[in-house]
């Protein structure tokens, strides 16, 4: 192992599978993305700490511990096709693609869009990655067996829901009264009717409407 796999494997025992994560899929996934190289190169020694961290644009790459718990609740199959509503670095897609699924990710920030495809195209990873507000339907209907929104979301978005395939899963940080987010699991059953749950506080940057920055 290089030493960069030795500390990925390090993070998945002691802050993933530690804390109840046991999907040997997801933990594979987040062992063989090199998450060093989604981070500026100033902070890629601090990549394998168990917290987000700043990529710039006063936005953040997720901390290793939500991002697993996320892609654990979407739960996705090989073959899948997902939607990522924040790019940001590319890192969460990263591990969606390791899982075999094919992901579409719609970012705000046109310089953050640009930095994440160089990152996933020069790891080979099968993302396409759309510099669009999230929050507005595009070009992007699918439908999605997956949809995971990973910016604190003040309610779902219609679309999303819409986007889901029948026995698809969408996993977004929604605000919550008692303030801070929490993540929501809605599933889309076959008939079209959703079932939600709750499950963990979590903090994230806020979902913002429109597009920010140059040419895309
Ligand atoms: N998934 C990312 C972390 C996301 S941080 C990773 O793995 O690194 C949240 C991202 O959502 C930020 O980059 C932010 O610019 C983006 N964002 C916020 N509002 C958005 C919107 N309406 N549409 C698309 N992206 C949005």
């Known amino acids: 192992m290089t030493p960069w796999e030795i500390r990925a494997a390090e993070m998945v025992e002691k802050q993933i599978r530690a804390r109840g994560i046991d999907s040997e899929s997801v933990l594979e996934a987040m062992r063989s993305v090199p998450r060093h190289l989604f981070l500026p190169e100033h902070l890629r020694e601090s990549a394998w700490i ?20 996320m892609t654990e609740l979407l739960a996705p199959a090989r073959g899948d096709s997902v939607l990522e509503i924040g790019t940001g670095s590319g890192y969460q897609a990263a591990v969606l693609a390791a899982l075999g699924t094919k992901v579409t990710s719609i970012e705000r920030i046109a310089s953050l869009a640009v930095k994440a495809r160089e990152t996933l195209s020069a790891l080979g990873y099968d993302v396409t990655v759309f510099w ?13 067996q997956g949809v995971i929104v990973t910016a ?11 986007a889901l395939a029948p026995g698809g899963r969408l996993v977004a940080p929604v605000t919550v009264l008692s303030g ?7 599933e889309k059953r076959f008939h079209g ?13 806020p979902l913002l409407r429109g597009r920010s920055g140059g040419s895309s």
């Open 50 to 69: 168990d917290s987000p961290l700043p990529i710039g644009e006063e936005q953040t790459i997720s901390q290793p511990y939500m991002v697993a718990r």
């Open 132 to 144: 669009s507000d999230g929050r507005e339907a595009g070009d992007c209907l699918g439908p999605f």
């Open 152 to 162: 604190a979301a003040p309610m779902l978005e219609e679309w999303w829901s819409e």
């Open 180 to 186: 801070g987010e929490r993540l929501l699991l809605r």
């Open 193 to 205: 009717e959703y079932s939600d749950t709750w499950y963990d506080y979590c903090r994230f940057v």
